[in-house]
């Protein structure tokens, strides 16, 4: 168990940024979560806005991306939640969030999250997270994140999802 620290450090960049390694690393954590399937985010991460990538006195504990969701997936989630998402309103997402298990409970989420949200400037994000996720909530909350639409089962898990919307600003 990792205990309470101050000593950590977050560092966001375009995917080009990162070495192989440090992408490796990345796709790891995120798959340790079981939202992601191996294949598809060695597909997309390449793609993302940026990442952001947290460490604790050195160690690797916590991810992030803003992604830029394709066609197919905004239309999954509009149609899931019964919300419309514009490419427009809403050109980026918020995910691939994972803090690895020895680290939770630390409130490490929305440092992270929070520099990673910042490379999209002033457009407008969603999100989605496990509908029963509190932490999370929490976190996307104080983000100026609200939740919207209807809960939909999930594709990789038990439970469902909800969605999450910052419009721009």
Same mark, same amino acid.
């Given at each position: *168990?990792?205990?309470?620290?101050?000593?950590?450090?977050v560092?966001?960049?375009?995917? +080009?940024?990162?070495?192989?390694?440090? #992408?490796?690393?990345?796709?790891?954590?995120?798959?340790?979560? /079981?939202?992601?399937?191996?294949? =598809?985010?060695?597909? !997309?991460? =390449?793609?993302?806005?940026?990442? /952001?990538? *947290?460490?604790?006195?050195?160690? #690797?504990?916590?991810?992030?991306?803003?992604?830029?969701?394709?066609?197919? $997936?905004?239309?999954?989630?509009?149609?899931?939640?019964?919300?419309?998402?514009?490419?427009? +309103?809403?050109? $980026?997402?918020?995910?691939?969030?994972?803090?690895?298990?020895?680290?939770?409970?630390?409130?490490?989420? $929305?440092?992270l999250? +929070?520099a990673?949200?910042?490379?999209?400037?002033? +457009? =407008?994000?969603?999100?989605?997270?496990?509908?029963?996720?509190?932490?999370? !909530?929490?976190?996307?909350?104080?983000? /100026?994140?609200?939740?919207?639409?209807?809960?939909?089962?999930?594709?990789?898990?038990? =439970?469902?999802?909800?969605?999450?919307?910052?419009?721009?600003?």
């Amino acid at each position: *168990m990792i205990g309470p620290s101050k000593n950590f450090s977050v560092v966001v960049g375009p995917p +080009a940024q990162f070495s192989p390694d440090e #992408l490796a690393e990345f796709v790891d954590l995120v798959t340790a979560g /079981g939202e992601v399937t191996r294949d =598809g985010l060695l597909r !997309h991460v =390449g793609d993302a806005q940026c990442l /952001g990538f *947290m460490r604790l006195e050195n160690v #690797l504990v916590g991810v992030a991306g803003l992604k830029t969701p394709r066609d197919s $997936y905004r239309d999954r989630i509009q149609q899931s939640a019964s919300v419309a998402l514009t490419n427009a +309103a809403f050109p $980026y997402e918020l995910g691939w969030i994972f803090i690895a298990p020895n680290a939770r409970g630390k409130n490490l989420s $929305y440092p992270l999250c +929070a520099a990673v949200v910042a490379g999209a400037g002033a +457009a =407008g994000v969603i999100a989605t997270s496990r509908a029963d996720n509190e932490g999370m !909530h929490r976190t996307l909350f104080r983000l /100026g994140f609200v939740q919207q639409g209807a809960s939909w089962p999930s594709r990789q898990s038990d =439970g469902a999802l909800s969605l999450f919307i910052k419009p721009a600003n």
